[in-house]
């Protein structure tokens, strides 16, 4: 009888994690920008993620710096009223070039031409599906709340964008799971916001 790790090669299962862990990442850069960067430069630079040779200035102890105050003023603004639907509308095609560069740090042992192109296809799909999800209830939430709502909205954001970011490195596995349930959550609440403008 064949066991499971004769059949697939171990190189196999550490590339699939590898594009799995890029995804979730994707996804949380759909949430908040930097703040997956943020995680990414301290796993990175405290062993618990391996980045693409390309992307190591990640891990830089300028970068993480960096990356730390770009997160706390995009957070602090997605708190402004109205401010938070305008930086939707510019964070959208960024989420997306983020998700890209997300998906293509974590794959290290990809060739070039397959490292990009599941990056810019899947994460970049990714983060931009999740950014423009996420714009849309923050809309949604705008008409029915008079953006009194949207606080919460952005709480749930951010806590999404760290708690994916650390879940995915640690466990890539669970990135599945994270990507089926993000897109049940946006599906059903886009329902109910819509119903309830109507």
């Known amino acids: 009888m064949m066991h ?3 059949i697939i ?3 196999t299962i550490n590339l699939l994690l590898s594009i799995l862990m890029g995804l979730g990442l994707s996804a949380s850069c759909g949430f908040r920008i930097f703040a997956p960067f943020l995680v990414m430069g301290i796993a990175a630079q405290t062993g618990y993620l391996t980045l693409s040779p390309t992307f190591l200035w990640v891990a830089d102890t300028y970068a993480i710096i960096t990356f730390g105050i770009a997160t706390v003023v ?3 603004a997605y708190y402004i009223p109205w401010l938070d639907n305008m ?3 510019i964070a959208t095609p960024t989420a997306a070039i983020a998700g890209t560069l997300a998906t293509a740090s974590v794959a290290p042992e990809m060739s ?3 490292q990009w192109t599941i990056a810019a296809i899947g994460g970049g ?3 931009t599906g999740i950014k423009i999800g996420a714009a849309t209830i923050r809309s ?3 008409l029915t709340t008079a953006g009194t709502g949207n606080f919460f909205v952005s709480t749930a954001e951010t806590s999404g964008s760290v708690s994916v ?6 466990m890539p596995i669970i990135s599945l799971v994270l990507l089926a349930g993000l897109s049940y959550f946006f599906y059903k609440a886009y329902r109910r916001l819509r119903q309830n403008i109507s």
């Open 4 to 6: 499971a790790e004769n």
């Open 9 to 11: 090669h171990p190189n």
């Open 74 to 76: 995009e957070i602090g």
């Open 87 to 89: 930086l939707d509308a």
């Open 112 to 114: 070039p031409l397959l």
């Open 125 to 127: 799909g990714i983060s």
């Open 140 to 142: 949604a939430s705008t």
């Open 165 to 170: 970011s650390v879940l995915v490195i640690l």
